[in-house]
């Protein structure tokens, strides 16, 4: 690392810290010929492949413009999108690929969306997965309808006066 006051070619690292969301890590550092302090932040770049084929860097505020249309007229505040589009990132990150496709970024909203508010689910599902028909949803729903059973559907009816 450059020392930014004399342009020595080396410095010693005096203490590190990663910052508050975690995805990046700053470093104070000083030259050793001029003995001047100076910090830097390090970031690992992380770009999206689109269709295209046209690269662009990775945009937590991409993944909330989505998601928000997705989430529109549902009870579901910007912190939980926040938290979303966090846990997104930090997906797309573990993969530990400089680069992924667009389509793997969608892929990873859908498990977080579907336990954040399953009806934006279905709304991000149906365009990102280019859903043609009511049987798509139909599917969809069903495959709710099935991890979710609604109360009292176990098989049994609830005797009426049972507890008195």
């Known amino acids: 690392m450059h020392c930014p006051f004399c342009r020595h070619t080396d410095s010693r690292v005096?203490?590190?810290?990663?910052?508050?969301?975690?995805?990046?890590?700053?470093?104070?550092?000083?030259?050793?010929?001029?003995?001047?302090?100076?910090?830097?932040?390090e970031t690992s770049s992380l770009s999206v492949?689109?269709?295209?084929?046209?690269?662009?860097?990775?945009?937590?505020?991409?993944?909330l413009s989505g998601v928000?249309?997705?989430?529109?007229?549902?009870?579901?505040?910007?912190?939980?999108?926040a938290l979303l589009a966090q846990r997104v990132e930090e997906t797309i990150r573990a993969q530990g690929s400089a680069e992924v496709d667009a389509h793997e970024v969608g892929m990873a909203v859908l498990p977080p969306l579907r336990e954040l508010d399953e009806i934006a689910y279905?709304?991000?599902?149906?365009?990102?997965?280019?859903?043609?028909?009511?049987?798509?949803?139909?599917?969809?729903?069903?495959?709710?309808?099935?991890?979710?059973?609604?109360?009292g559907a176990t098989g049994t009816?609830?005797?009426?006066?049972?507890?008195?």
């Not at 000083?30 to 932040?41: D, E, K, V």
């Open 14 to 41: 005096m203490d590190s810290r990663t910052t508050d969301d975690g995805t990046a890590i700053r470093r104070r550092r000083q030259c050793p010929a001029c003995n001047r302090r100076f910090t830097t932040l």
């Open 49 to 63: 492949v689109k269709r295209s084929g046209a690269t662009e860097p990775f945009s937590r505020a991409k993944v």
């Open 68 to 81: 928000r249309k997705a989430c529109q007229g549902r009870p579901v505040t910007e912190d939980d999108l």
């Open 122 to 151: 279905l709304r991000f599902a149906s365009v990102y997965q280019a859903w043609e028909s009511l049987e798509d949803f139909e599917a969809a729903i069903a495959l709710l309808r099935a991890e979710h059973p609604t109360p």
């Open 157 to 164: 009816a609830p005797t009426v006066g049972a507890d008195r």
